[in-house]
């Protein structure tokens, strides 16, 4: 996929040109697009708007941050220059990952805001049809298919993907069940060690905190066993297809 930069006095849009034609200061503000705002999700820091953008639909999401100190300071980071923004920084690891045909949302736009020493960021990635949270399917009941989702965390582990906030918020089951894998803020490339087991240890902890919740379901060790089963199917995989060879 291509990518242009367009920029003016204080900010600057990195965008795919085939999905943005009249890129501009304002195309990532939530007031551009009060006419056309399809549906809100999430509240706070993970708060997401989509919107009808022509025949396609986005969703828009601004940088926020967590913990004690976005308490004080909600949006706002240190300028560091733009290559090293989060929202640019986001935007080309999903270029990479979509290019390598890995289950991830398109990258539409990204943009900063110059505030002195600081910056803003938004992001705007092509919407998953009919995709529901892990967590929302978990706490309705219903069936998912957890060895689908463990072949999928293995192939981002098999690309050297370290997600740095895998939770069952940000895997995502769309109209036909299949596992996609959002929110790449802070996410790099890594040779293969034990950040991989660290960062299915996280995810095992968000499903407990989930059963944890009043009313949701128990935790199933057996859809967490068959998760690390497609896991290990993976790279059961790989490694015969290392040993046949080309």
Partial sequence: MSAAIARGPGWALLHDPALVATPGAGLL???????????????????VLFVAAGAQHWALRHYRRGGLFGRVVKDRYP?????????FREWRMLARLHEAG???????AAGWRRH???YTADLATA??????????????????????????LHDFHAAG???ADLNAHNIVLDEVGAAWLLDFDRGRFRAPGGWQGRNLAR????????????????????????LLDGYREGSDLRLRLRARGP
Wanted: aromatic share 6%; net charge positive.
């Fill in 203 to 226: 995810l095992e902890r968000s499903l407990r905190k989930i059963a944890a919740e009043p009313g949701a379901p128990p935790f199933s060790a057996a859809g967490w066993r068959a």
């Fill in 116 to 118: 002195g020493l600081l």
């Fill in 29 to 47: 503000d939530p007031s551009h697009w009060e006419q056309r705002i399809v549906e809100r999700a999430g509240r706070g820091r993970g708060g």
């Fill in 102 to 108: 890995l289950p991830v949302p398109r990258p539409v």
């Fill in 127 to 152: 919407r998953i049809p009919g995709a529901v949270p892990l967590s929302a399917r978990l706490a309705a009941g219903e069936a998912v298919d957890w060895q689908g989702i463990g072949r999928m």
């Fill in 161 to 163: 993907v370290c997600h």
């Fill in 79 to 87: 300028w560091l220059g733009e290559a090293r923004t989060r929202s």
